[in-house]
Structures are given as structure tokens and as C-alpha cells.
């Protein structure tokens, strides 16, 4: 009877944690910025987080959970790439009788912002560069900056996240926008200074592709087929989704 008492509280514990989780994860800051996760506190070798993170006393009626807060890409972020991706993609499919100069310029390289609409995208390159902005440590990469303080930084927002999902989502996001292109230059070629200013552009996305790719290569990758391949605990799985991720995006980029 003690351990079906013991059981049922276990039980109860953990949905009043997920319960908590939904609600904490629905209202914390995690728009528009380098922003961050959260988890439940517990051991990294073992599997403790029932005793540790979670604790409750029974005489008191009392039930502590303790948060550890960790670098992490914005979720706002990350779809906003994926409709910019999607945007260059629908452009590429396009019939040539739709493709007009006036076209390609408001799509991909426009940047007049429309203050009375800043819900209307503005441009491919104004858009993904506004994204970009909230990631300075990436910045600092692809200008090829010194950037041994990136995974030291003291502050949360200054760190890159430990899977460093974010490279390879703007590099994967920089790659897709880069092939769409390709398919307008064809369709530009009798404008000489459009077409140099895509080309200029198509080199800048060549460009943060590759230092991205190349710094998660050499910081991130061991890090991300460890995980992949390591049994998961509590304290994994908060980065499994994401080694995986950033794993099938790199695999998208690699060739």
C-alpha cells in the first residue's frame, strides 16, 4: 500500500512538472531574441532529477521544482527561417512569364520598411539579416571575428546553445535562399545592375553558409553524434531534438 501510494505521488508529480513546463514555456520571453530553454534541475551522470529538481514534503503539503535555465534558439526564430526558406522556394517555382524584374527586387533585395504595416515581409535579405541580428556570437563568426569567448560567455544570451542548433539553421536557411537565386539569374540576365546586386547577394549567403558550417564542424558535430548515440536520460533529452536537428540539417548542406 505505501508503494502504490509512493507510485500514485510519482505520478502525480510528474504531471503537475509537465503541467507547469506547458504553462512556464507559454509565457517566458522567448520572442524575437538569442533567448533560452529551461529544465527540470537534476544530476548530468545520473538520473535524479525525481530527488533533486523535484521535491516534495508531504507533512507540508509543499511541492519545489528547480528550473535551470540554458542557451537555445527562439522558436520564433526558427519558423520565421523555415517561412523565408518556404518564400524562396514557391519564387523558384515559378513560370518565367511571372517573373519580372520589379518581382525579384521586392522579394529578395528590397528594404523599404512600411512602418504602417510591419506585419507585411519585407524583402528575403531584410528579413533574414533582421533574424540574424538577434545572433551576435553567429555575427562575430561569419565576419570572421575572434570568437573563443562565444561558449564562455557569463551570460545565457551571450552563449551560443550547446547543440549549436543555430548554425546550422542559418546556414541550412542561407543555402535554400542561395539555390532560389540560381533559378532567378537566368531569368535577370538583361539586367545587368539587378543581376550583379543577386550575384553580390548569392556570394554573402556562400558566405554565411560556410563559416557556419565550418564552426559547427569543428565545435559542435562530436557534441551532436555523442548525444545521437548515447542511451537517453533525463538530462539528454533535453538536447536530443535538437542534435538530431541540427544533424539533418547539416546533412542537407554538406555536399
Known sequence: MGRAKWISSKVSFVVMYLQLGFSFLSCKPNNSASSYGSKIQGQKEKNEFQD??????HQRQLLTLEFKFYANMSMDDRRMLLMLVNIANAFSKLPRNQVSTAKVEDVFLSQNVDKSNRGKLISLRYEFNEVLNNYPKLKQIIDGKDVQSIRTSPSVQGRISYCGIELMYFSAAAAAISQSIDFVLAMISRDEDLYNRMQSYKSELANIELKL??????????????IIGSNLTHYLHNYYSDAQVAEALFASVKS
Open 52 to 57: 533533486f529538481g523535484i521535491v516534495a514534503d
Open 213 to 226: 558550417k565550418k564552426y559547427y564542424i569543428s565545435h559542435y558535430q562530436k557534441i551532436n553524434k555523442r
